[in-house]
């Protein structure tokens, strides 16, 4: 399952649906299939966004202003759901510049520490 955590739980819903499709078909097209996907987002109840996230194989925490993301992760209760669902797993940070900059942590045990970082060109 691909869980689609938007930036902005209550922006226009087809932005958020919009970028969803953008990224599910950009791992499609790469060979990354899923059998389920869904959004994260506030049409729907915290119950069912710690469901989701629970359940997914991959959470893709979207991007955008993360003070609000952050805001909306904590009022679902996700903060503490991925940081447990998402043990011994890897985040990949990046910024809006043409160059890509990335930040690299690991989740190992609930602690989140940077493994790496790299520039290069994106392509």
Request: charged share 30%; glycine share 6%.
């Amino acid at each position: 399952m691909f869980a689609f955590v938007a930036s902005d739980f209550e922006q226009p819903y087809e932005k958020t649906d919009y970028y969803f499709k953008v990224f599910l078909d950009m791992l499609a097209d790469s060979g990354i299939l899923f059998e389920n996907a869904c959004v994260v987002d506030g049409r729907s109840t915290p119950a069912e966004a710690q469901r989701a996230v629970e359940e997914a194989d991959v959470v893709w925490l979207s991007g955008g202003d993360t003070p609000l993301q952050f805001h909306y992760l904590q009022n679902y209760g996700l903060d503490r759901v991925i940081g447990h669902q998402c043990d011994d797993s890897i985040i990949v940070c990046r910024d809006k510049n043409a160059a890509f900059y990335g930040e690299i942590y690991e989740i190992k045990d609930g602690k989140v520490q940077r493994i790496k970082e790299k520039q290069r060109e994106c392509i």
